[in-house]
């Protein structure tokens, strides 16, 4: 792995005294930074204390004030619900599949779009790629039950020209993560891209001429210089990733899913919303999304310092 | 920011490639497996515009009954004659139009500005920093302290609460600093030399370096504010201000809900709106935003950073 | 030149945001000593400030009203953020659950004394039984709406000329009716019957009541039991467990939406389906487009083993229309309720003005078309309570603005007359641990029906079912219900 930027890894520790030199000397550093800090602490800190209403029994009308403080209380009710366990587990392991079978594609993809030599058409497949990106869960959950129906739908006409009996994708618990999955990469993957993308133009042109003159193949060229080349924005994208673990499927599952398929599928944020339907629980969701961020900010910290372990780079 | 363009010499650069390769016959396979996989990708992420398109230009009894696949059944434009002459329609778009291009532009410049510092190793607290960024990925006060505040800053049932909050996207801004980070280090160390400042060394060198990076940011940008419809759900009432995504949503939302909930409210259930109706609603409200990405696809072209950078 | 940009964009910004603080000055009335009131309504897809009914309520009464809407989804989120944040209404129109939430927080005003004082109209126009459902703790909280005065709204519908053509006679009750899906299934090989996961009453309804499970809740000597708990739902999911398994009920059930569900019928794949009237010009005119030798016809409700049928309708009061406590403008507020109500302003309200809105034949209220639609359609968003006895009648004109949906809805009602049943505590005022409890006990409810219907859960197991229902809340909902029916008998 190339590290263009050996600073990045770790900063020499300064003494105190140089510390004040360094601010002073790079006090237009610090003017740059000041709006977006200026945005953050208004809209982003301010209201922050609102995390305090997971430890409260909430009453909108009576306010932050007015609402009595419980403790944990928020917490036991989530850990000691009946379906916590399967809950989690589906969580998990949902989470689990994605990253594996769907973290990869979008860089494969833009490596393979990377390849197309035709400028018109690599354009054009890019910019029909990144078609299903706008359209709503709502709308691909109808077009996938029409794609898979055992009622004439495409897929089982396909599979029963070769004997195959009709497979119900979305009322089987054994197929209908591999339909989660499959739908969120063929939604997102394109649109995934684009990240990719930009990062290529950071390569060195001059790096392929000189592997082509040494006669390396089109695979070396990818393994040996597109791949590091772009590997700083995939170790980014990788730990950011594990950031949203826990809450990124609620939409898609919500659209999809039906009370048949719930023991693969029942999922924290698809869980809590049928249970709160028609309640006023603040607190207890409050309660849950803190417990969803607590484990995304610990995977992200454990993610960048491994990376940092291993692979000499992270996001600090 | 067309000179920099222009300096990299990219035709002459493609005709050397040309010519430069012979291809085996692996290769070969490989690229006639290349191209037709992606025309089957396109075809399929296609398809469903198609049929979109199909619905908008039938007629109703036709849509009703599932009988449009790719081709429109009893064409008609009736249903675009009457979404296009639909003042909250309009309305809409122009209130999403001038979002998009307010946000993009103001979150797009404090957010490549706050990248800068923090790709700077030296800088001082950059850890901790970085972490008060990216905890506001993870955690946020949640709706209600979010509302209050907005109020109070009187910034409800205004333009403004629909792109202000979102200036700084971390997200974003990570991305950025990544693409400032694999920028070589002299750029800096020379224009130091010079007697420059970092704000004149970001403004001069960093950002037009960055325009991939700045595109595909402000791609993401564009497409968020665009596509965003809860803010407005929950900060607009004026419907003179109401994006289109909001009054798209609602377009939808009304037939599928009040079915569900017919019993109470038959009213409503009558007057919810044709799919066909729907199908061109959807379509109008997404083509201008897929525009922008082919616009934008100039400067992701490969190569054009580096040749220009090299000394 | 990024910083040209810059400076352009965020000048332009800051302008627009000045200007957009600076338009929002509270707006009196001056002259005819009558207030500007703020009303807050549910949602619906028009500008409520333009629709024709707004600016006949201000020329009828002389109140100016300011609307706002509700979104169309997360409405409970956003109205207690604006009630939370005092935003100044002088009046709102709630559904019951918000309407309940309200109340019991203390956030909305005591009516008695206003009403009595200003409220003579709405006196006369509310019934007594439709007040007890907007009283908590014996006070009056809001003029409660029953709506339209419809009972029923959906019947199972099937294809008369496939019955025609296989010889088959109408079903009466469900061992016929399995016969007939049974011949269907052999002979036309389409889906006997299909069904939505939208609607409640997909899986509650005529079927259902052909087994006695109708309302939610049953008088067993004199105590209240909910419907899950009674014999007729095991015996009720049993017949359809069957049906399903046997491919005569649509195997896609759990995934179909109302308009799936109305696809599968109109493009001849399905034979029989549960149709609203109010779907029937778009489902049937769909049907006859695609095959003109297609013919539907409605099925009278099935007779339960005794040999009655029963049609359970849903009653009570719909929508409440409440002032908040800190409403600037509470006298105004419940005068403007008051006039509103009064007889000919009401009519006005309802149905607009006779020859130019509508006409009288026979008795009845014909709309004018297209005047009717273009300007009333969405009338039923403004009411504020409805005169009960009169506007059943004035709101049918409605549904004679086309032939087909007149014709069903005409039908549906002949058919069930004298069938109806309602719910033991239809006319409840809101009782909290049903309130509370209610939604998602039903949802909870619903899923597991669905998973009992396709297999997906075994029979057997529907005590267990029982079990958990009443942990998460079950016992407690049924423990209020009974605690008011006592009481209301007393």
Redesign the interface.
């Given at each position: 792995m190339t590290d263009?930027?050996p600073?990045?890894a770790i900063?020499p520790r300064?003494n105190r005294r140089s510390?004040w030199k360094?601010?002073r000397a790079?006090r237009?550093?610090?003017?740059?930074?000041l709006?977006?800090?200026a945005?953050?602490l208004l809209?982003?800190?301010?209201?922050?204390?609102?995390?305090l209403?997971a430890f409260k029994d909430y009453?909108?009308?009576d306010?932050?004030a007015g609402s009595p403080w419980v403790g944990t209380e928020n917490f036991r009710k989530l850990f000691e619900s009946?379906d916590f366990l399967l809950v989690l587990r589906n969580t998990i392991e949902i989470s689990l599949l994605k990253l594996v079978f769907l973290f990869p594609l979008p860089i494969i993809a833009a490596i393979?779009?990377?390849?197309?030599?035709?400028m018109t058409?690599r354009?054009?497949?890019?910019?029909?790629?990144?078609?299903?990106?706008?359209?709503?869960w709502?709308?691909i959950s109808?077009?996938f039950?029409d794609l898979l129906?055992?009622?004439g739908g495409l897929v089982n006409k396909f599979l029963g020209q070769f004997g195959i009996e009709p497979i119900?994708f979305?009322?089987s618990n054994d197929y209908f993560r591999s339909v989660l999955v499959t739908t969120a990469g063929?939604k997102e993957t394109?649109w995934s891209t684009?990240?990719y993308?930009?990062?290529?133009?950071?390569?060195?042109?001059?790096l392929y001429?000189a592997a082509?003159m040494d006669g390396a193949?089109?695979w070396k060229q990818i393994w040996h210089i597109t791949l590091p080349g772009i590997s700083?924005?995939i170790v980014?994208m990788l730990i950011?990733r594990l950031?949203s673990m826990f809450t990124g499927d609620t939409e898609q599952i919500l659209a999809m899913y039906?009370?048949?398929v719930?023991k693969s599928s029942d999922i924290i944020g698809t869980y809590v919303y049928?249970?709160?339907?028609?309640?006023?629980e603040?607190s207890f969701t409050?309660a849950v999304?803190?417990f969803e961020?607590v484990i995304?900010?610990v995977l992200?910290i454990s993610g960048n310092y491994l990376s940092r372990k291993y692979l000499r780079r992270g996001?600090? | 920011m067309d000179s920099m363009t222009a300096r990299v010499p990219a035709t002459a650069?493609t005709k050397r490639?040309r010519k430069?390769?012979r291809r085996?016959l692996p290769?070969k396979v490989?690229?006639v497996c290349?191209?037709t996989?992606?025309?089957l990708?396109?075809l399929?992420?296609?398809l469903?515009?198609v049929n979109l398109l199909a619905k908008s230009l039938s007629s109703e009894e036709a849509v009703v009954a599932g009988r449009v696949n790719l081709l429109p059944i009893d064409l008609q434009f009736g249903t675009y004659r009457y979404v296009l002459q639909d003042d909250a329609f309009l309305g809409a778009l122009r209130v999403s139009v001038l979002l998009t291009l307010l946000g993009t532009a103001c979150s797009l410049l404090?957010?490549a500005?706050?990248a800068?510092?923090?790709s700077?190793?030296?800088?001082?607290g950059?850890?901790w920093?970085?972490?008060?960024?990216?905890?506001?990925?993870?955690?946020?006060?949640?709706l209600?302290?979010?509302y209050?505040?907005m109020h109070n800053l009187h910034l409800v049932n205004t333009l403004p609460v629909l792109f202000?909050?979102s200036?700084?996207n971390v997200?974003n801004?990570?991305?950025i600093k990544?693409?400032y980070?694999?920028?070589?280090?002299s750029l800096e160390e020379s224009a130091k030399l010079d007697g420059a400042?970092?704000?004149r060394i970001?403004f001069s060198i960093y950002l037009p370096l960055s325009l991939?990076?700045l595109?595909?940011i402000a791609?993401?940008f564009a497409?968020a504010f665009w596509?965003d419809y809860f803010n407005a759900m929950i900060y607009i009432s004026d419907p003179g201000l109401k994006p289109l995504q909001l009054f798209l949503k609602e377009l939808?939302v009304s037939s599928?809900d009040f079915l569900r909930n017919a019993t109470l409210n038959p009213d409503q259930a009558l007057n919810t709106a044709p799919q066909s109706i729907q199908a061109a609603s959807?379509l109008l409200a997404?083509v201008p935003?897929?525009i922008v990405?082919?616009f934008l696809?100039k400067y992701?072209?490969?190569?054009?950073?580096?040749?220009s950078v090299?000394e | 030149m990024i910083g040209k940009i810059a400076a352009i964009t965020l000048a332009g910004a800051l302008t627009l945001s000045l200007a957009a603080c600076s338009g929002k000055s509270d707006k009196e009335s001056s002259g005819s000593g009558k207030p500007e009131l703020k009303m807050l309504i549910q949602y619906g897809r028009f500008d409520p400030n333009e629709d024709y009914t707004a600016k006949a309520i201000t020329r009828l009464t002389g109140y100016p009203v300011k609307y706002d809407m509700l979104p169309a989804e997360e409405a409970d989120q956003k109205l207690?953020?604006l009630?939370?944040n005092k935003e100044p209404y002088d009046l709102m129109k709630l559904s019951a659950?918000q309407f309940y939430?309200l109340a019991s927080?203390?956030?909305l005003e005591p009516l008695d004394d206003l009403i009595d004082k200003n409220g003579p109209n709405i006196k006369n126009a509310i019934s007594d039984a439709s007040w007890e459902s907007a009283k908590l703790d014996g006070k009056i909280y809001g003029i409660p709406e029953t709506g339209s005065g419809i009972a029923v709204s959906e019947e199972l519908v099937v294809r008369q000329d496939w019955l025609d053509e296989l010889g088959l006679k109408m079903p009466t009750n469900p061992d016929e009716l399995y016969t007939v899906l049974k011949t269907i299934k052999e002979k036309k090989n389409v889906?006997p019957l299909t069904a939505s996961?939208d609607a409640v009453s997909s899986l509650l309804g005529d079927i259902a009541a052909a087994f006695g499970v109708t309302t939610d809740w049953v008088d067993q000597n004199g105590t209240l039991v909910h419907q899950v708990e009674t014999p007729q739902m095991k015996e009720y999911l049993t017949y359809m467990n069957k049906l399903y398994t046997e491919g005569l009920l649509d195997?896609?059930l759990?995934?179909n939406?109302a308009a799936?569900m109305m696809e599968k019928f109109a493009n001849g794949?399905a034979a029989m389906f549960k149709l609203a009237w109010y779907n029937a010009p778009s489902a049937i005119n769909a049907l006859t487009k695609a095959d003109p030798n297609a013919k539907a016809a409605l099925v009278p409700f099935l007779k339960d083993k005794s040999g009655k049928a029963t049609v359970y309708a849903v009653t009570g009061t719909s929508w409440y229309a409440v002032v908040p406590k800190y409403a600037k403008h509470k006298e105004d507020a419940v005068k403007l309720l008051d006039a509103k109500l009064s007889p000919d302003i009401f009519k006005e309200m309802s149905i607009g003005q006779e020859g130019v809105h509508y006409e009288v034949k026979d008795g009845k209220y014909y709309p004018i078309l297209p005047k009717f639609t273009d300007d009333l359609n969405n009338a039923s968003n403004y009411m504020t309570g409805v005169d009960e006895t009169k506007y059943p009648d004035y709101w049918q004109a409605r549904v004679r603005k086309d032939p087909t949906l007149q014709s069903y809805f005409e039908q549906m009602q002949a058919n069930s007359e004298g069938l109806v049943v309602t719910d033991p505590i239809a006319l409840a005022p809101p009782i909290p641990q049903v309130?509370?409890?209610?939604?998602?006990l039903l949802?909870?409810q619903?899923?597991?029906m669905?998973?009992f219907i396709?297999g997906?859960e075994p029979l057997s197991d529907y005590d267990k079912f029982v079990a958990?229902w009443k942990e998460q809340g079950g016992a407690d909902m049924t423990a209020g219900a009974n605690e008011w029916y006592k009481s209301s008998k007393k």
């Open positions: 263009r930027n600073n990045s900063a300064p510390v360094n601010i790079d237009e550093l610090y003017l740059l930074l709006p977006g800090i945005v953050l809209f982003k800190y301010t209201p922050m204390y609102g995390i209403i009453n909108i009308f306010g932050m009946d393979l779009l990377h390849e197309l030599r035709q058409y354009k054009t497949v890019q910019t029909v790629i990144y078609l299903p990106h706008f359209l709503s709502i709308i109808g077009l039950i129906s055992i009622n119900p979305f009322l063929w394109g684009i990240v993308l930009a990062a290529f133009s950071t390569i060195d042109p001059g001429e082509r193949g089109r700083p924005i980014l950011l950031g039906n009370s048949t719930y049928r249970m709160g339907l028609g309640k006023q603040y409050t999304g803190l961020s995304g900010f992200i996001i600090w | 650069k490639r430069g390769i085996s290769e490989f690229d290349n191209y996989l992606f025309a990708i396109g399929s992420t296609l469903p515009f404090v957010t500005l706050t800068y510092p923090l700077k190793p030296r800088l001082v950059r850890k920093l970085l972490l008060l960024f990216i905890f506001t990925m993870l955690f946020s006060g949640g209600i302290p979010t209050l505040l202000l909050p200036m700084i997200f801004m990570l991305v990544n693409y980070e694999g920028l070589p280090d400042g970092h704000i970001l991939p990076v595109a595909t791609l993401f497409v596509n939808l599928s959807i997404t935003i897929l990405y082919p696809q992701f072209v490969k190569g054009v950073l580096v040749g090299k | 207690n953020l009630v939370a659950p939430n927080s203390g956030a889906i996961k195997t896609e759990p995934l939406t799936k794949q309130a509370e409890n209610k939604l998602n949802q909870f619903l899923d597991e669905l998973n396709t997906t958990k």
